[in-house]
């Protein structure tokens, strides 16, 4: 037999109506500070820093001296304006490979602390002021110039060359060649060759810079179906093609010598920096043929220094007509 118990069954009671929960009172509301600091990383500081340090050196090399500050000031401040519209709309049509990627998740979209839209206004906006600013502070050329690069970095890089070819950042990276010229033509108002010279040694410096640190986000890229060099060609194809393009910016960047007639200081400096790059390039590609790969070829290394290499070979360019 089966034993009963007497006791009568639990009974468990519940409310007739479940309690709700407002989200948003539950989350807190961000700060005015938040939101303009999502703004802010829209348009990419520290690309608008890198972009800075090529156009105000070339400044200082047009004018054979000090530039009239006035010019200087509205050529930064349309600068700023300008690449920071190309980098908040880059981000808006990235947004879906930046989710996925861990060097870019924390970027204003992917956080959804930003809406698309919004971003794309801020953007076209910034544009808009830009092309203005620097037309009527600066002159018109050297506002039709940055709306050039604007239009190229978004619609050649972004759209067409980024998720199709692993030319992308050799030929999306003639955007970001463009200060050479906008901070010569800000000073003289016409085209000369010694800024192409310049704008030459960006672009053969932006492949080494740019494919160092795709080496180390590797898997990121691969992941997203990006097709950098490093995530199609082997660490040593890759170092290869780095050391390749290092020496042709070297060369390129000795040729600014002759061609703006400058001084001792550019020269020596521009050697000097030189040897330490190819130093750095030559050690990445002896790491790579050791079967190393990943973090573990420290490419880094060479990305951080690129920025050091870029930075005083611009500044050297900016001091030297200053010692004349």
């Excluded at 996925?100 to 808009?128: D, N």
């Excluded at 790969?293 to 951080?304: K, N």
Aim: some cysteine; proline content about 7%.
């Amino acid at each position: 037999m089966t034993a009963v118990d007497p006791r009568p069954a639990a009974t468990t009671s519940y409310p007739a109506t479940p309690p709700s929960f407002d989200l948003a009172e539950e989350l807190p509301r961000p700060s005015v500070r938040d939101i303009v600091g999502a703004y802010v990383a829209l348009t990419k500081p520290r690309i608008i820093e890198l972009l800075l340090v090529t156009t105000v050196p070339v400044m200082f090399l047009a004018a054979d001296g000090v530039p009239a500050l006035g010019v200087v000031a509205a050529t930064l401040l349309g600068g700023i304006l300008a690449s920071g519209s190309a980098n908040t709309i880059n981000c808006v049509l990235d947004r879906d490979i930046d989710e996925q990627m861990r060097r870019t998740r924390r970027r204003p979209l992917p956080r959804h602390a930003v809406s698309p839209r919004s971003a794309m206004v801020f953007g076209i906006v910034l544009g808009v002021l830009a092309t203005l600013e620097l037309g009527l502070l600066v002159n018109w050329l050297s506002s039709g110039l940055a709306l050039v690069a604007n239009l190229f970095y978004v619609f050649v890089y972004t759209i067409w060359l980024k998720r199709r070819t692993v030319q992308n950042i050799v030929w999306g990276g003639i955007a970001g060649c463009f200060p050479t010229l906008i901070g010569w033509t800000a000073v003289t108002n016409s085209i000369d060759w010694t800024p192409f010279v310049l704008f030459a040694v960006v672009f053969f410096w932006t492949p080494p810079h740019t494919w160092a640190l795709a080496m180390r986000y590797r898997e990121d890229y691969a992941s997203v179906d990006v097709p950098m060099l490093p995530v199609v060609a082997t660490p040593i194809a890759t170092a290869r093609q780095i050391f390749a393009y290092s020496v042709v910016m070297v060369i390129t960047s000795l040729a600014l010598w002759p061609v703006a007639n400058t001084g001792w200081l550019y020269p020596l400096a521009a050697a000097v920096l030189a040897v330490v790059f190819l130093r750095e390039a030559w050690a990445l590609l002896a790491r790579a043929h050791t079967g190393a790969d990943g973090a573990a070829l420290r490419p880094m290394r060479l990305f951080h220094y690129s920025n050091i290499y870029l930075a005083l070979l611009f500044v050297a360019a900016a001091v030297d007509p200053l010692l004349h």
